[in-house]
């Protein structure tokens, strides 16, 4: 079991690293290729992996501090790390929605921004949507193979950059073919900034669905039906009479039940110790499948 922990462990550090990485890669080839070709869309891009730059390395620390073994300060362990950077990431999810909304609307009826166009811009992009889309995928299956709320967090960041640099690369290829059809397709370079409102409604779901997780988990909120399939379980045990309250918690990968249970008077403690073993194994493999 604790070899198995130790593999967890060293796989969500490995994944938080990677991420890092590749988020370092994209934010300087980023602002290489906006600095050179002045594009604007490009530059916003990059301040937008600069969030996910935070978001990844708030992740890292999160996963490394929430597989500490429990202590005497906190007997149930540190787990609920990973539940406090997912509401952080959610923030900065938000943060970037607001951001994208107001730049939308600005650009749709305050300052039209003539975007610039190029073959450099849209090789960049089509690199960077490849990227966090890998990243995303990568990521995502890390998180549910070890129940990692922060590695969840940051594979839904990557995701809603595939969305985001989608729009930025739909706005340079509008902008190209602008350029070529003439004046009278002008209004083209708008239709960027609508995208951008859909993709905020889109980060706006994601995020508000990934902080309410997080907050539901720091409140000590119990799945939703894990109780019922709980208390179900141990009372189809043989020589269980009774279950008394059920409580459940999760703190980051890890799930803790407290419960008691009843078995007939006439049980010596070998057999009750055997029982409550038995129930404590169905639970477990309840809880892990």
Not at 236 to 241: A, D, I, N
Request: hydrophobic content about 50%; glycine content about 8%; some cysteine.
């Amino acid at each position: 079991m604790t070899e198995t922990r130790t593999n967890a462990e060293k796989e969500k550090q490995r994944a938080s690293l990677v991420s890092v990485s590749a988020v370092l890669f994209l934010i300087a080839l980023k602002v290489g290729v906006g600095l050179l070709t002045g594009s604007l869309g490009i530059l916003a891009q990059a301040a937008d992996s600069v969030l996910d730059l935070v978001a990844a390395v708030l992740a890292f620390f999160a996963v490394r501090v929430a597989d500490r073994p429990a202590d005497v300060g906190h007997p149930y362990g540190h787990g609920k790390a990973e539940n406090l950077a997912a509401l952080g990431e959610t923030l900065l999810l938000l943060l970037t929605c607001g951001w994208i909304v107001y730049e939308a609307i600005q650009r749709l009826f305050f300052q039209p921004v003539v975007i610039e166009s190029s073959t450099w811009g849209i090789a960049v992009m089509i690199l960077s949507i490849l990227t966090s889309l890998w990243l995303s995928t990568y990521l995502m299956k890390v998180a549910r193979r070890h129940h990692s709320q922060s590695l969840e967090g940051n594979a839904l960041n990557f995701r809603t950059d595939v969305l985001s640099s989608s729009v930025v690369l739909l706005g340079l290829v509008l902008v190209w073919l602008s350029h070529r059809l003439g004046p009278e397709w002008g209004w083209l370079q708008k239709a960027d900034a609508v995208a951008a409102l859909v993709v905020a409604a889109m980060v706006l779901r994601v995020s508000l669905g990934l902080g309410w997780r997080a907050m539901s988990e720091l409140l000590d909120a119990a799945p939703p039906g894990l109780v019922e399939q709980i208390s179900g379980m141990a009372l189809s045990q043989p020589g269980v009479e009774s279950v008394g309250p059920v409580r459940v918690r999760q703190a980051g990968a890890d799930t803790f039940v407290d419960m008691t249970i009843q078995v007939e008077r006439s049980a010596s403690l070998e057999q009750a110790h055997l029982i409550a073993t038995s129930v404590e194994h169905q639970i477990g493999s309840l809880i892990h499948r």
